[in-house]
C-alpha cells in the first residue's frame, strides 16, 4: 500500500481562450477507472455542442491504468498532451477533460499540443494539488505519574496528539506518518524507560496542499 502521493484535491475548472477558441479544463480525483469515465460522461453531456471533449486519465499506484483520448483532434495532440502534464507534475488518481469551442483559426498540430497542455496545468491549479500522507494511530498507555510528560514531548513534536482517554491508565492516541511509526515507537520506549503499552492502530490518509 502506497504511503504517500500526489493527488488533486478535488474538482477545479479553468478557461482559456487561444486563437478565439475556448479551451475549458475540467479536473478530478478519481480512484478508479468507472470513476474517471463517469466525469468523462458528465462533462461531454453538458458540452454537447462541444467541438471536442478530450480526455486522459491516470490511476493506481503504477499508473497502470492510463488513458488518453483526442476526441476528432489530429492524432496526438490532446489527450496525450494532456496525460504527459498529469505524469510531469507526479499526480496519481486523477482525471481531466478539456472541452474546445473551435474559434474559426486553425492552431496546427504544435499549437494544439500546447493549449491542451496549458489547459490542463491550469485546470490543475484550479483543482490545487495535495499530498495524501498515510498516518497511523498509535496508542501509548502509561500510568498517570508519566501523563504530563508525554502529553508535553507529543505536544511539542511534529506528531499529532489526537485525545487522552482516562481509565485505570491513560491512553494518548497519537497520528504517527507511516514510516515513522517505528521511531515513534523507539522514542515512547525510550521516554517511559519500557513501561509504556504501545498498540499500533488503523491508518488513515491526511492531505497537505502543496502550495
Known amino acids: 500500500m502506497r504511503s504517500n502521493y500526489l493527488t488533486v484535491k478535488g474538482f477545479g475548472e479553468q478557461e482559456i481562450i487561444i486563437s478565439k477558441s475556448h479551451f475549458i479544463a475540467y479536473v478530478e480525483r478519481a ?6 469515465l463517469a466525469f468523462i460522461d458528465k462533462i461531454k453531456k453538458m458540452h454537447p455542442q462541444a467541438t471536442h471533449n478530450c480526455s486522459a486519465y491516470l490511476i493506481g499506484e503504477h499508473d ?5 483520448n483526442d476526441d476528432g ?17 507526479g499526480l496519481k488518481d486523477t482525471v481531466v477533460v478539456v472541452t474546445r469551442y473551435f474559434g ?10 500546447r493549449a491542451y ?20 494511530h498509535i496508542r501509548v498507555t502509561i500510568d498517570y505519574t508519566l501523563l504530563g510528560k508525554i ?9 499529532t496528539l ?10 494518548v ?19 517511559t524507560s519500557g513501561k509504556a503499552l504501545i498498540s499500533l492502530e488503523e491508518t488513515h490518509f491526511v492531505e497537505f496542499l502543496t502550495t
Do not use: C
Open 31 to 36: 480512484e478508479t477507472e468507472a470513476e474517471a
Open 64 to 68: 497502470n491504468i492510463q488513458k488518453a
Open 73 to 89: 483532434e489530429p492524432s496526438g495532440t490532446a489527450g496525450f498532451p494532456m496525460l504527459e502534464v498529469l505524469k510531469k507534475q
Open 104 to 113: 474559426g483559426i486553425k492552431l496546427g498540430g504544435g499549437g494544439l499540443i
Open 117 to 136: 497542455g496549458s489547459a490542463t496545468s491550469e485546470g490543475i491549479q484550479a483543482a490545487q494539488v495535495v499530498w495524501r500522507k498515510l498516518h497511523r
Open 151 to 159: 502529553e508535553n514531548e507529543i505536544r511539542q513534536s511534529s506528531y
Open 162 to 171: 489526537l485525545h487522552i482517554e482516562y481509565g485505570e491508565n491513560v491512553e
Open 173 to 191: 492516541v497519537t497520528a504517527v506518518l507511516e514510516e515513522e511509526k517505528d521511531n515513534f515507537v523507539n522514542w515512547m520506549t525510550d521516554l
